[in-house]
């Protein structure tokens, strides 16, 4: 597939909800609205945009914007969800939809060794919600309502990531993996000025943490970011800080602004010398950047695939949702990374944090860690590469369009 820097335009739809999601209806007020207002918008661009040179063939969309399907059939067009979560999330909240309405589950579900079957009551919610239901999670099984119905249902993921359970989904849904959906730069490098796409993306500090990653060793900083969703209470961020603090290796972390007084007083000033902390990063070029030597995350699907297509071995904290999953498949089946053991009251300690560090930066285990995490890295390229399995996916479904 070949595509041009420049090639994508932007559009808008207009979005009428005061103050989104720290508006009064919080979270789910927020969705509302969107619903709303958006769906009248999307309509609204759609119509204006079929008397132009481009009219849309096919409408991709955040699978739990469940309405914009609705939409495209309304419309004529076809409809594509694009999940954002892995294979596998995606895969064990599905049967949780036939528990909710009581109606039998049209296959097996799907299983892997050791990987617990998650029921309603068990989802971890963890700093979204209390309750074992919260309206989250039902929001997030809506996202099954009307799926049967899209012409096609998209992953950023890719075939031999997850292989048996791309296997398994596509019994349900036109499921296609065409992930890594990173910029080709990162990759195979096939596309021609695609850095930003010829946008500015946001990189607030990308000076800053190169300039001090160019000054350290191939692969001996620890760089740790918790995404931009979880939070994490001040002592865990206290035993993180402590770890680093301990731990010999130089760190760069990254700390949300709301979340920078949980940090023990004087930490920045203390460790200077050996840490750089900062609000946010390029996470892209830090993960690309030889000096990282592993990423302790929280296990957010983009945070996991990035680093899977860097080639980074990781330190797994998931906090809620598909990070439980992700960080499962990240130990367990992709053998990239390790995940601390918290104590009897949910707390991972300073010294199990620092341990973890430790054997993945110098030992055994994180040796056999780093040669698979490389061996995912070029199985991340192949897939984008021209004839890969993502590659060819794509071609499929924009020629499935030209066609028509
Ligand atoms: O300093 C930073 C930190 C993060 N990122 C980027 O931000 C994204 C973070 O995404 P992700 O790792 O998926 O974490 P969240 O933002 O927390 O993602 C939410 O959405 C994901 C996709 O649905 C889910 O997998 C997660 O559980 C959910 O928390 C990634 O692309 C990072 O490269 C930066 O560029 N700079």
């Known amino acids: 597939m070949k595509a041009a820097g420049g090639a994508i335009t932007f ?7 005061e103050g989104g999601v720290g508006g009064a209806g919080g979270l789910m007020g927020h969705l509302a609205n969107f619903e709303a ?66 109606e039998p589950l049209p296959l097996p579900a799907f299983s892997m060794p050791g990987l617990p079957q998650l029921r309603l009551p068990d989802m971890p919610l963890v700093g979204l919600d209390t309750g074992c239901f919260p309206p989250i999670m039902r929001y997030i099984l809506k996202q ?14 890719f075939d031999s990531l997850e292989e048996k359970v791309v296997k398994w989904m596509s019994n349900l849904w036109p499921v296609r993996t065409i992930g890594p959906t990173l910029p080709s730069v990162y990759l195979d490098n096939r596309v021609e000025n695609d850095s930003d796409y010829g946008f500015n993306l946001y990189k607030p500090n990308t000076d800053t943490c190169m300039k001090w990653l160019n000054t350290k060793p191939t692969g001996s900083v620890v760089y740790v970011s918790f995404g931009s969703a979880a939070s994490l209470n001040a002592e865990q961020m206290a035993e993180i800080a402590e770890a680093l603090r301990q731990n010999d290796d130089s760190f760069l ?3 949300k602004p709301k979340e920078e007084s949980k940090l023990p007083s004087n930490f920045v000033e203390e460790t200077s010398e050996k840490g750089l902390v900062v609000t946010w990063c390029s996470q892209l070029e830090v993960l690309a950047h030889q000096a990282v030597g592993c990423f302790i995350t929280h296990c957010g699907w983009n945070s996991t695939v990035e680093a899977i297509s860097f080639g980074v071995p990781l330190v797994t904290m998931p906090q809620f949702l598909d990070q439980i999953t992700n960080a499962y498949f990240v130990e367990k089946f992709w053998d990239v990374g390790i995940k601390p053991e918290a104590d009897e009251n949910g707390l991972t300690t300073r010294n199990e944090i620092d341990r973890c560090i430790r054997e993945i930066m110098h030992g055994e285990r994180g040796h056999l860690i780093k040669k698979n995490a490389i061996r995912w ?20 479904i924009i020629a499935s369009f030209v066609a028509t």
């Open 11 to 17: 559009e808008s739809i207009y979005d009428d909800s």
């Open 37 to 102: 207002s958006g769906s009248q918008s999307l309509l609204e661009l759609i119509r204006k945009l079929e008397k132009s040179e481009f009219p849309v063939k096919c409408l991709v969309y955040d699978a739990n914007i469940v309405w914009a399907l609705d939409i495209a059939k309304q419309l004529g067009i076809a409809g594509a969800a694009f999940f954002t979560q892995s294979c596998a999330a995606i895969a064990s909240y599905y049967p949780m939809q036939y528990e909710l309405t009581g």
């Open 144 to 157: 099954f309502d009307n799926i049967d119905k899209a012409d096609w249902v998209l992953f950023n993921s």
């Open 253 to 255: 972390w990254v700390v």
């Open 377 to 396: 890295r070029e199985l991340a390229k192949e897939a984008v590469s021209e004839r890969g399995s993502s590659d060819k996916y794509i071609d499929e």
